[in-house]
């Protein structure tokens, strides 16, 4: 019998792919009939890492476990070492803790949209939303010193207080959001060719997101109101009455489509600037750390035995974390589920039956998670002087003026 | 919808269902908020192994939940001790109860049932955990390494802790230089 499939791998490395990831298809024609999704590219053994180091050092590497929600891992530790560790953070740390979060919610939100912009063809507008990403990550590198990984947190509260000069940053910025936001809906939601291409496409229904134990946006776009902020409050959160942001509370319907996805998005920015509106309005005084010495934290983890499950919702999704202590300065046991260990399930169901140019598409609409790790390029002289921006760019027009004089 | 139940009579079913098998058990309340303070509910609770399967049912059956995790700790004796946590109630404001169910699986039959019968999705959770501690899932269909590459040495798990862990394979990434000092036996 003639050979009826052929395979097609996509990845590890595809510039469709953001992060280095392998999707298999076996293809009939243009038809996908079997695929295998192979992790583990980027896999570094952080659990097993952690499960060496003492707890205030396992606390910042879970801050490297993602590059884009820096905060989600390191929010998801402290609740849950301070649930095993029965203490309490302050409840200024509390709300600083929330308004961090929200912030990168905005940020990870912002960078999707241009993503997806990005898949589709359209860069005008990827560089016009993340144009307007700059603006949270100045305010965030302005708070806590640096655009990503923040290393703001602590167990049992905060590491830097709020200014006065900051909170009035963060109102400055919830202005410019707000109005920003409105522009996002009217250029993607209203958008014909946008809509045309994101409609009905890596639909996800609402029994098989529970099926596939999916979660954050990619389920509540499929109609589930599933939000941990919602349904396990912890920190500001709990006094907020967070409401899980879902399609048919927008428009009536559900499709779990890719449309709905960025719907949901663009609303949770909203609803995030509403959280960080209220933080900052009834930010409590008082001290930020429940344990200020870090040596007596270390004592308290040392002499506690106690196990705990915390979790956090993160832009993506939830992220779950287990820590057991044992006796030791650091967990004995830690166990980490990113979301996007969970919504990857999807990858194989929804590629089933489409074609071979869906692959990238449904890909990176379900879950785009690059790590942006380089922010900052100097460029240095022969001699070791830094280089300014003038000499940067005359050196850059001298160099275009020779190309062009080399072209005639 | 199934019927949304509070704590104690979720903790009532599962005592129901599993009997004896149930063998410890404890409800811990955590408070949570600032301003307005309420409390979140959780059921740890430790099993027989033998009664993992209808366990899990019992919980399928209350409502659909949403999977935690599923992890093992290996403390280098004669059993793992699994961990699986689910959520039910999720979709409900200051409603989710997660269930925590421990038991200890011996290492002379570490074999348990799958759960990906009741939920395509745990796929992954149970891939990682075969591959990470050993533990083989009967009526797992999708066998292939997770994270490891498909290169992985045969009987070398990352989270054990006995002769099958990867300590040998590992560079002292985690220890100080004095520490390393100190067992090759060189003065400080």
Redesign the interface.
């Known amino acids: 019998m003639a050979k009826s499939t052929y395979y097609i791998p996509v990845g590890p490395i595809h510039p469709a792919l953001k992060e280095p990831i392998r999707v298999e298809a076996e293809v009939e024609g243009e038809k996908i009939v079997k695929v ?1 999704v192979k ?2 590219f980027a ?1 570094r ?1 952080i ?3 952690g499960m ?2 003492n707890a205030i050092q396992t606390l910042y590497l879970s801050e490297r476990i993602c590059g884009i929600c820096s905060i989600s891992h390191p929010y998801a530790f402290v609740i849950t070492a301070e ?1 095993a560790l029965g203490i309490e953070a302050p ?1 200024r740390a ?2 600083i803790r929330t308004i961090i979060a929200e912030l990168e919610r905005i940020h990870s939100h912002i960078l999707w949209l241009g993503v997806i912009a990005h898949e589709m063809g359209f860069d005008t507008l990827l560089f016009w939303t993340w144009k307007g990403r700059e603006k949270v990550l100045d305010l965030l590198e302005f708070i806590t010193g640096n655009r990503i990984n923040y290393s703001m947190y602590m167990i049992g509260g905060a590491r830097r207080d709020l200014k006065e000069k900051h909170i009035r940053a963060i109102k400055d910025a919830i202005d410019y959001y707000w109005k920003f936001t409105e522009h996002m809906k009217e250029i993607f939601l209203s958008d014909p060719v946008y809509k045309a291409r994101t409609r009905n496409v890596a639909k996800v229904s609402k029994d098989i997101a ?6 954050g946006p990619i389920a509540r776009a499929a109609g ?3 939000d941990v902020r ?7 959160y ?2 907020i ?1 967070v ?2 942001v879902v399609p048919q509370d927008i428009v009536g319907e559900v499709y779990g489509d890719a449309y709905d996805v960025t719907m949901v998005r663009i609303y949770e920015i909203e609803q995030s600037l509403d959280i960080i509106e209220y933080c900052v309005d ?1 930010l ?1 005084e008082g001290k930020i750390l429940a344990i200020p010495n870090y040596v007596a934290l270390l004592a308290k983890i040392r002499r506690t035995k106690g196990e705990a ?1 915390g ?1 956090h919702e993160a832009p993506r999704g ?1 992220v ?1 974390h ?1 820590l ?1 202590f044992d006796g030791r300065d650091g967990p ?2 830690w ?1 980490v ?1 990113a979301p996007s ?2 919504n ?2 999807s990858w194989g ?1 929804l590629l089933i039956g489409a074609e071979v140019a869906d692959i990238p598409i449904v890909v990176a609409y379900i879950d785009p998670c690059m790590c942006c790790n380089d922010r900052v390029a100097v460029v240095k002289t022969k001699d070791g002087n830094e280089l300014g921006y003038t000499e940067i760019r005359k050196k850059c027009l001298e160099k275009t003026e020779k190309i062009r004089r080399e072209l005639k | 919808m199934s019927e949304v139940l509070n704590v104690e009579q979720v903790l009532e079913k599962l005592k129901n269902t599993l009997g004896d098998a149930m063998l410890s058990y404890e409800i811990r309340e ?1 408070t ?7 409390k ?1 509910y ?1 059921i740890w609770a430790e099993i027989d192994k033998d009664a993992f399967r209808k366990a899990v049912e019992t919980i399928f059956a209350i409502d ?1 939940p ?4 599923i ?1 093992g ?1 290996d403390t280098g004796g004669e059993v793992i001790k699994m ?1 699986y ?1 689910f ?1 039910i ?8 109860i ?1 269930i ?1 169910l421990k038991f200890d699986l011996p290492k002379s039959n570490l074999i348990l049932p799958t759960i990906t019968d009741l ?6 959770n149970e891939r990682e955990i075969r591959e990470m501690l050993g533990v083989e899932f009967d009526g797992l269909k999708n066998k ?6 498909d290169d992985w040495p045969e009987g070398k798990y ?2 054990r802790r006995d002769e099958y862990g ?1 300590e040998d394979m590992i560079k002292h ?2 220890k100080s230089v004095k520490e390393i000092r100190k067992e090759r036996g060189e003065s400080g």
């Open positions: 295998d992790r583990g896999h053994g659990e097993y890492m060496k180091r649930k409840p509390q709300y529970l099926k596939l134990n999916l979660v589930i109101r599933m919602q349904d396990m409050p912890y920190d500001a709990a006094d009455d409401r899980a009834n409590p499950i979790a939830e779950i287990y057991k004995s046991v166990k589920i260990y969970n990857i399930n169901p | 955590y949570m908020g600032v301003k307005r303070q309420r979140l959780e659909y949403h999977l935690h995790f992890t700790e961990i946590s959520g109630f999720h979709t409900r404001p200051w409603g989710e997660s925590t939920m395509m999705g745990a796929e992954t292939r390494h997770l994270f490891l590459p990352p989270w990867v990434t985690h």
